[in-house]
C-alpha cells in the first residue's frame, strides 16, 4: 500500500504559512511524494526515517513524559544517534551548532516545560536561517478539549500556549 508523504527539501526556501517574514533556507519545504507505508508504521518511525532522509544523524534531546514513545523510535533507528542533554536549552543549542557545521539539526523536548525552555535557541536560529527541526511532544488526543490540567502545563487547559509561542520564531509548526 503507497500513500502519499511529505518529502522534505532543506535546498529550497519557503514561505511561512502563519504570517510572520518569509523564511530562506531556515526550514525544510514540503513536496509530494509517494512513499511506501506499512501496516506497522507509526509516526515515530516515520519521523525517525525522515530525520536520517534530511540529513539528520545526531539528535540532541531530553526524555520527558509527553515525548518517551518517540525516542523509542529514534533510538530503534540505526542511522541516529539520539544524545541526551541535561536541559532543552542545550539541546536546541546543540541543534544550532549542529546544523551550522552539517547543514541541519534536529532537538526533541517535551510539552510546555521542555518547548518554552528550548524556545530561546529555536528563536536564535530562526534568527540566523539554520535549518533546525525541533520536535516537542505533547499530550495525547485523548486529552484535547477534555478541560482538564494536566501536569507540564502552564495551570491552564488550553494547550496552545506554547504553539502560539513557536509560531512567531519558527516557519512551520
Do not use: W
Not at 519545504?29 to 501496516?39: E, F, G
Not at 534536529?106 to 540566523?128: P, Q, R
Not at 495525547?140 to 509561542?165: A, M, V
Request: negative net charge; aromatic residues 6%.
Amino acid at each position: 500500500m503507497d500513500t502519499k508523504i511529505g518529502q522534505v527539501d532543506v535546498s529550497r526556501p519557503m514561505s511561512n504559512d502563519v504570517g510572520a517574514p518569509p523564511c530562506s533556507n531556515s526550514v525544510a519545504v514540503v513536496q509530494n511524494s509517494v512513499c511506501p507505508v506499512s501496516s506497522d508504521s507509526t509516526l515515530g518511525r516515520h519521523l525517525a526515517r525522515r530525520l536520517v532522509q534530511v540529513g539528520v544523524s545526531d539528535v540532541f534531546s531530553v526524555p520527558g513524559d509527553f515525548n518517551l514513545t518517540l525516542l523509542d523510535h529514534l533510538i530503534a533507528e540505526p542511522a541516529l544517534n539520539v544524545i541526551g542533554c541535561c536541559n532543552e536549552l542545550n539541546a536546541g543549542y546543540a541543534a544550532d551548532g549542529y546544523a551550522r557545521a552539517k547543514g541541519v539539526g534536529a532537538c526533541v523536548v517535551t510539552f510546555t516545560v521542555g518547548g518554552l525552555s528550548v524556545l530561546n535557541a529555536i528563536a536564535g536560529a530562526y534568527s540566523e536561517n539554520l535549518p533546525v527541526i525541533c520536535i516537542v511532544g505533547g499530550p495525547n488526543s485523548n486529552d484535547y478539549g477534555t478541560n482538564r490540567i494536566l501536569h507540564h502545563t502552564i495551570g491552564l487547559p488550553d494547550f496552545t500556549q506554547e504553539l502560539r509561542c513557536f509560531q512567531t520564531v519558527t516557519c512551520f509548526q
